[in-house]
């Protein structure tokens, strides 16, 4: 049965390199790696896969064109984080005409929660952002995700430039 919620969406940004708080974890089970073509199985399985636990629905039904339309835009990339070769989260990077780089989607599959991981991805994701020529790294946030997310964001050096509120509807 569905209800209804209210909903907060904030924007985070990093304006310079230097912003960045980095935390990595030296471990060396950790990979982070460019996926060069990614599939459209492969991006439904993330999106479900991560955030299905927080009400990632948005691309549910999107068809398969879109989802490839998605995938081959230009300026579009994902990278995997794997832990002992096993899938334990990913991030999509997609670059702004006015060229800031957003962090589209970043998520942790729930078995590799709570280690660090997050913080070591996110790192990852912002210098990678910043290694491809971004003139800003964004992304946002909203009270459906995990607890931990803004918190980490704000620890990584992130600051808000804007939130709004909505109303939606969840399972």
Same mark, same amino acid.
């Given at each position: 049965?569905?209800?209804?919620?209210?909903?907060?969406?904030?924007?985070?940004e990093?304006?310079?390199?230097?912003?960045?708080?980095?935390?990595r974890?030296?471990?060396?089970?950790?990979?982070?790696?460019?996926?060069?073509?990614?599939?459209?199985?492969?991006?439904?399985?993330?999106?479900r896969?991560?955030?299905?636990p927080?009400?990632?629905?948005?691309?549910?039904?999107?068809?398969?064109?879109?989802?490839? &339309?998605?995938?081959?835009?230009?300026?579009?990339?994902?990278?995997?984080?794997?832990? &002992?070769?096993?899938?334990?989260?990913?991030?999509?990077?997609?670059?702004?005409?006015?060229?800031?780089?957003?962090?589209?989607?970043?998520?942790?599959?729930?078995?590799?929660?709570?280690?660090?991981?997050?913080?070591?991805?996110?790192?990852?994701?912002?210098?990678?952002?910043?290694?491809?020529?971004?003139?800003?790294?964004?992304?946002?946030?909203?009270?459906?995700?995990?607890?931990?997310?803004?918190?980490?964001?704000?620890?990584?050096?992130?600051?808000?430039?804007?939130?709004?509120?909505?109303?939606?509807?969840?399972?």
């Amino acid at each position: 049965m569905s209800r209804t919620v209210e909903v907060v969406r904030t924007y985070l940004e990093l304006r310079t390199p230097d912003q960045l708080r980095p935390a990595r974890l030296d471990d060396p089970l950790i990979r982070v790696a460019r996926v060069p073509v990614p599939s459209v199985p492969l991006m439904q399985r993330l999106y479900r896969e991560v955030g299905g636990p927080y009400h990632w629905v948005d691309r549910w039904e999107w068809t398969t064109g879109q989802w490839q &339309d998605w995938v081959g835009q230009l300026g579009y990339g994902v990278w995997i984080l794997t832990y &002992d070769g096993e899938l334990a989260g990913f991030f999509e990077l997609t670059n702004g005409e006015d060229g800031s780089v957003e962090i589209a989607l970043f998520g942790l599959v729930k078995a590799f929660q709570g280690r660090g991981l997050g913080k070591h991805l996110l790192t990852s994701a912002v210098e990678i952002a910043w290694a491809i020529g971004a003139s800003r790294v964004w992304l946002h946030t909203c009270t459906l995700d995990d607890p931990a997310a803004l918190p980490n964001y704000l620890a990584r050096g992130f600051t808000e430039f804007g939130r709004e509120t909505y109303v939606t509807e969840i399972d």
